[in-house]
Nanobody, 121 residues
Framework: QVQLVESGGGLVQAGGSLRLSCAAS????????MDWYRQAPGKQRELVAR???????NYAASVKGRFTISRDNAKNTVYLQMSTLKPEDTAVYYC???????????????WGQGTLVTVSS
């Protein structure tokens, strides 16, 4: 019923920047929280950043000051602007959202397929 499609990943040198996008589509009534997670090889998936429906944001300590999460409610899209990238930021980045679907209204947690970010030293 609802899909999240990420884009914007790729290869970048250390110190560079990338912008990830995640667009939600389907039978959407509203979207609550929108998050970015990442999973590096051999590591657990971790929460990178969160933005609430009201625009409040939270960041993992490892990315605070370097990453910025934002959302465009009219486009059902969340962004992650990543700056001053480090090799340790290399991971698959996943979009996650809590979506209230239409008729009947119920909340679903939805994941995107992931987009690979590789930061070379």
């Amino acid at each position: 019923q609802v899909q999240l499609v990420e884009s914007g990943g790729g290869l970048v040198q250390a110190g560079g920047s990338l912008r990830l996008s995640c667009a939600a589509s389907g039978s959407i009534f509203s979207i609550n929280t929108m998050d970015w997670y990442r999973q590096a090889p051999g590591k657990q998936r971790e929460l990178v950043a969160r933005v609430t429906a009201g625009g409040s944001t939270n960041y993992a300590a490892s990315v605070k000051g370097r990453f910025t999460i934002s959302r465009d409610n009219a486009k059902n899209t969340v962004y992650l602007q990543m700056s001053t990238l480090k090799p340790e930021d290399t991971a698959v980045y996943y979009c996650n959202a809590v979506v209230v679907v239409t008729s009947p209204h119920r909340a679903l947690e939805v994941w995107g397929q992931g987009t690979l970010v590789t930061v070379s030293s």
